[in-house]
């Protein structure tokens, strides 16, 4: 069955660096979408950024403005492995984090609906806690 381990999570200083990693099992990982989101006491989980599948989009990716120029995902499908690189941390990218993986059937051609921010994600992870603090 299709498993997700995140591990990294951890105590930051604002203004450092962390990196989180999700590991996958039971999956050929080129074929699927990766995203990481986060959630907070009382609001839903919110997407935080994403790396569309090797073979339909090549690995574009995707994040939310919050993050953006901060943060950076990336894939390893050999590894099965996928990273969030997290910059300039301030305390309001405290949270849970999960990553949550999503099949994308293969297309003969193109299509923008294989975006990876356009899924909709039902394997996830048991997720990691951040905080960022001095």
């Known amino acids: 069955q299709v498993r997700l381990v995140e591990s990294g999570g951890g105590l930051v200083q604002p203004g450092g660096s962390l990196q989180l990693s999700c590991t996958a099992s039971?999956?050929?990982?080129?074929?699927?979408?990766i995203a990481w989101f986060r959630q907070t006491p009382g609001k839903e989980r919110e997407l935080v950024a994403c790396i569309s599948s090797t073979f339909n989009q090549h690995g574009i990716r995707y994040y939310t403005d919050t993050v953006k120029g901060r943060f950076i995902v990336s894939r390893d499908d050999d590894a099965k492995r996928v990273y969030l690189e997290m910059h300039t941390v301030t305390p309001a990218d405290t949270a849970d984090y999960y990553c949550?993986?999503?099949?994308?059937?293969?297309?003969?051609?193109?299509?923008?609906?294989?975006?990876?921010?356009?899924?909709?994600?039902?394997?996830w992870g048991k997720g990691v806690h951040v905080t960022v603090s001095s």
């Open positions: 949550a993986t999503d099949y994308v059937v293969p297309t003969a051609t193109p299509t923008p609906l294989t975006r990876c921010e356009l899924q909709d994600y039902d394997r």
């Open positions: 039971g999956l050929t990982l080129a074929y699927y979408a």
